[in-house]
């Protein structure tokens, strides 16, 4: 299978639309959403930032080395992220900046420069996760909704991990005949997901996390530890 480019999803998880091809991809293969989810959340990371998170001053190496990624990007910009994917060289060092950002920058005024303004994402609305055939766990959903559209946050505190398999998010109608693969959680972790631009989460009300083999299978497994449904 080709995997979607590294550097495009770079693109994407700073806000910008994925090409046709690449959100046909992202919608079959778990490899390529899970790497955009990273992505994502480092990059939601770098927006969450508050100056108070900034009490030292950038190391000088920092700078020399964002300085030579760009003196070898002759095409790339800091500030216009919008032009970013014309600007046809790695753009991963954006994210790597950002990643970067979180820990050493001071005063979030680069973190503000190459991500745009803080987004305070509105809550859109939250469900109680209830345990599913006395799987024993339970947990909150909530979407958000920023200006890069609706994020599902998803956590179920004490999963444990699975033997042989994984958890995956899954978002379906009331009566639950259609269901919609949203990502992975990862058990001690809150998942957040992006969810599609033009998927109508009123339509998809149930929040429900399943058991999933590393068998190929795109369908769920039928085994749920926890579900729940979000008043929207
Ligand atoms: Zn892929």
New binding site residues.
């Given amino acids: 299978?080709?995997?979607?480019d590294e550097d495009d999803l770079s693109v994407i998880s700073l806000g910008e639309p994925a090409t046709t091809a690449d959100e046909a991809?992202?919608r079959d293969?778990a490899?390529?959403r899970t790497r955009l989810e990273q992505l994502t959340a480092v990059v939601a990371s770098a927006r969450a930032l508050t100056d108070s998170d900034h009490p030292v001053a950038p190391p000088p190496a920092v700078w020399t080395a964002i300085a030579a990624e760009l003196a070898r990007d002759e095409r790339a910009t800091v500030t216009p992220i919008t032009s970013a994917r014309r600007s046809g060289r790695s753009r991963l060092w954006l994210v790597a900046a950002a990643a970067a950002a979180v820990g050493v920058l001071a005063g979030g005024t680069i973190a503000g420069g190459l991500l745009g303004d803080r987004d305070v994402p509105e809550l859109v609305a939250q469900a109680e996760l209830a345990p599913v055939d006395d799987s024993g766990y339970s947990g909150q959903a909530t979407i958000e909704r920023g200006s890069s559209g609706n994020v599902l946050n998803v956590s179920v505190p004490d999963l444990p991990l699975v033997a042989d398999g994984y958890y995956e998010v899954w978002m379906a109608t009331a009566d639950t005949s259609t269901m919609v693969a949203i990502g992975t959680l990862n058990p001690g972790h809150t998942g957040s997901f992006a969810l599609p631009d033009g998927m109508d989460v009123n339509a998809f009300p149930v929040v429900d996390v399943s058991v999933e083999h590393f068998d190929g299978n795109a369908e769920h497994s039928v085994t749920s530890v926890v579900r729940g449904q979000l008043p929207v």
Avoid: D, E, N, V
């Fill in positions: 299978m080709l995997h979607c991809h992202l293969c490899r390529c």
